[in-house]
């Protein structure tokens, strides 16, 4: 309901029906040594399929609502919403652990000079890490920049001509004007972060034990 309230400016409505298409069914199974989750939007026997095997831990705090925010997106989109947004917004949701991971992959971008070409990441798969690092990373730069509303209707209006989405929504003339300024937003956001951490631990080291 709050995934629903924050992205699509409604909640779901709530709703006995048996139909199937309204019905998400979860398949949930407690594992302590495993951690696999995936959502089937639009399965071929109606309506969507949610998976979930990993600690009860894990998907209380954050693979349930991962995968609830792909179900919640796919009443707005159904199966068509572009793979890098769907995952840019259920990633938010994800837990630390695996945001450290991303923010690391981002600091590689930017220490190796070497980026994903948004042009096929904008229509490909999102498997690898260094993917979701860059679909969030886009996600957040976008959103950031205007809001989550209008993040929504650009995505479905990407679809058609990406360049004229940007050019309506943000402003931007094409995809690699957005290119240019999403890797000067990450080198910002990367150096931006790097330097509080050393002064950080610095002090730290400095400090006497008990002051607190
Ligand atoms: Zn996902």
Same mark, same amino acid.
């Given at each position: ?70 179900? @919640?997106?796919? &009443? ?8 890098? $947004?769907?995952? %840019? +917004?259920? *990633? ?62 650009? @995505?479905?209006? &990407? ?8 050019? $309506?929504?943000? %402003? +931007?003339? *094409? ?38």
């Amino acid at each position: 309901m709050r995934i629903g309230a924050a992205w699509l400016g409604r909640t779901l409505p709530a709703t006995r029906t048996t139909l199937p298409r309204a019905t998400t069914t979860i398949y949930l199974e407690i594992d302590e040594e495993r951690s696999f989750a995936r959502t089937l939007v639009d399965a071929p026997e109606g309506g969507h399929l949610v998976w979930l095997v990993g600690s009860q831990e894990a998907i209380t705090g954050h693979l349930l609502e991962h995968e609830l925010a792909h179900v @919640v997106l796919a &009443s707005r989109f159904g199966d068509s919403m572009p793979i890098w $947004a769907n995952e %840019g +917004i259920a *990633s938010r949701y994800d837990n630390q652990r695996r945001k450290i991971i991303r923010q690391q992959k981002l600091a590689g971008f930017v220490t190796m000079d070497s980026w994903p070409h948004l042009d096929r990441l904008l229509v490909g798969e999102i498997r690898q890490q260094w993917q979701y690092a860059a679909a969030v990373s886009l996600t957040d730069y976008l959103v950031e920049r205007g809001g989550r509303t209008k993040f929504i209707q650009f @995505v479905a209006d &990407s679809t058609d001509n990406i360049d004229t989405a940007l050019a $309506a929504h943000y %402003g +931007i003339r *094409s995809l690699s004007q957005l290119q240019h300024q999403w890797q000067q937003a990450v080198r910002e956001q990367v150096s931006g972060q790097q330097r509080p951490t050393v002064i950080a631990t610095a002090r730290e080291a400095a400090a006497p034990r008990y002051v607190r």
